[in-house]
């Protein structure tokens, strides 16, 4: 069965600050797809990232950077020199390929909270 | 971008009554669409897949006569709530993949409060 964990519930840093937030999944198929989404407090989800299974190459988009491992199953997020603008809940999630590609499972989330 | 818009985006009912939220694709067609919902503070949890033409498939543990889900065009998919119950009080919201295995794109989110 397809599972998502983020064993961060709450982090609290100050502006600047790096901050790493971890997932570990589980899956049995070897198609699968990674997700990072942003809730900030207004609700909505903004989709961050999208990493699929045969592509372990770690990817930097400005402050915000992924890093890949198939052989410990993490897909975790790191925020540079963090804002307080990135204080949001932050959900890694998962769909495979065997379920048409579509269904997706979310993680439990992590609520980041940076302090100016 | 492709926009799904999502309505209304709050509703406060009574108990007993029934609540139709719609999710609407604006700017692609979706043959598939997911109803998440989400208690404060919580992940969000799929409720149901919606299928466009065929009947949607409900996750364990959700009532398939509680939560009524319609799929009838490529770009609307409506989601009942019948008989409605303090307890579905909830944030509820839908997404709409653009093609297999593409990111979801959600709506903002419809806030029920059930009194």
């Known amino acids: 069965a397809q599972k998502v964990t983020q064993a961060q519930t709450e982090i609290s840093v100050v502006e600047k600050e790096d901050v790493t937030l971890d997932c570990v999944y589980e899956?049995?198929?070897?198609?699968?797809?990674l997700f990072w989404y942003k809730q900030p407090p207004s609700g909505e989800l903004v989709f961050l990232i999208r990493r699929n299974s045969f592509d372990e190459q770690n990817e930097i988009s400005g402050r915000y950077s992924w890093n890949f491992q198939k052989s410990t199953s993490s897909f975790n997020f790191t925020i540079t020199a963090s804002q307080v603008v990135d204080s949001a809940v932050y959900f890694c999630?998962?769909?495979?390929?065997?379920?048409?590609?579509?269904?997706?499972?979310f993680g439990a989330g992590t609520r980041l909270f940076v302090k100016a | 971008g492709a926009v799904v818009s999502q309505h209304p985006s709050w509703v406060i009912c009574k108990s007993g009554t029934s609540v139709k939220i719609e999710c609407r694709s604006l700017d692609f067609q979706a043959t598939t669409m997911f109803w998440y919902r989400q208690f404060p503070k919580q992940s969000l949890m799929l409720m149901a897949t919606?299928?466009?033409?065929?009947?949607?498939?409900?996750e364990q543990g959700v009532e398939k006569d509680k939560f009524l889900i319609n799929h009838a065009s490529l770009t609307l998919s409506t989601l009942t709530v019948t008989s409605a119950h303090p307890e579905d009080s909830s944030f509820y919201i839908c997404s709409a993949p653009q093609a297999r295995n593409s990111p979801l794109h959600f709506g903002n989110g419809t806030r029920l409060t059930v009194t």
């Open positions: 919606s299928n466009e033409g065929s009947k949607a498939t409900y």
């Open positions: 999630a998962l769909s495979e390929a065997r379920t048409g590609g579509f269904k997706t499972i």
């Open positions: 899956t049995r198929d070897t198609t699968y797809y």
